[in-house]
């Protein structure tokens, strides 16, 4: 069974640009969620989706954005970037509460924004 | 929102040694609480986990204790080894939302031969 990929792995910005990233999950899992990975803030929840609606948020600015597809692949997008959004932003997917699932997160390998 | 602290920042410990890693939480609606190992450059597993209406779990050389009156949990690895050194997330979630994690910053462990 293929994990989570995430697309790019590695990107560059500068401040003003924006950003997409890519999630695919594993294969029947419907639940997506995104987190900011810094070496200060260690692992800060961004959002959730599940079936494409988005079911939780966290304390992010609207700059901060995410949607899911009907394949349960999400993107992220970040507008206006500043040099403090220099982080690795990880995806992880799950079967989703409530559905017979563990609850365990299957993380991707991340993609690694810099703002310069 | 819910908050979590995680002791220590880092440990070292010696080979066969334990180590003891400890959290607190602040939201008492949190009932489900993994522990997440991340070695460098890679992505983070979950190594255990525990919900509220259990106080010990164990797997092999991995233990994790639950004080719901305390709200602290504490993940405790007997008889290290090199290959234990990563850094360990601690993390509470209310079961309405199991891919909500609200995580500790963190515990980097080393463990030398």
């Known amino acids: 069974k293929a994990g989570v990929t995430q697309t790019p792995r590695y990107l560059i910005k500068t401040r003003g640009q924006q950003v997409t990233l890519s999630c695919s999950p594993i294969?029947?899992?419907?639940?997506v969620s995104w987190y900011q990975q810094t070496p200060g803030q260690g692992l800060q929840f961004l959002f959730e989706?599940?079936?494409?609606?988005?079911?939780n948020k966290g304390n992010f600015p609207g700059r901060f954005s995410g949607r899911q597809f009907s394949n349960s692949r999400s993107e992220m997008n970040v507008s206006t970037l500043e040099l403090g959004d220099s982080a690795l932003y990880l995806c992880?997917?799950?079967?989703?509460?409530?559905?017979?699932?563990?609850?365990?997160?299957?993380f991707g390998e991340g993609s690694r924004l810099t703002v310069l | 929102g819910e908050n979590v602290e995680q002791h220590p920042s880092t440990l070292s410990v010696q080979e066969g040694d334990s180590a003891v890693i400890k959290c607190t939480y602040s939201?008492?609606?949190?009932?489900?609480f993994p522990w997440y190992k991340q070695e460098l450059g890679k992505r983070p597993q979950l190594i255990i986990d525990?919900?509220?209406?259990?106080g010990e779990k164990k797997d092999q050389r991995i233990a994790v204790t639950l004080n719901k009156t305390a709200k602290h949990f504490s993940l405790h690895i007997t008889e290290t080894q090199p290959e234990d050194s990563a850094v360990y997330f601690c993390a509470a979630s209310t079961n309405s939302g199991y891919s909500t994690l609200t995580f500790g910053k963190g515990t980097m462990l080393l463990v030398s031969p």
């Open positions: 294969s029947g899992h419907r639940s």
């Open positions: 989706y599940f079936s494409e609606t988005q079911r």
């Open positions: 939201d008492s609606a949190s009932n489900y």
């Open positions: 992880a997917s799950s079967l989703g509460a409530g559905t017979g699932g563990t609850g365990e997160l299957f």
């Open positions: 525990i919900r509220s209406n259990v």
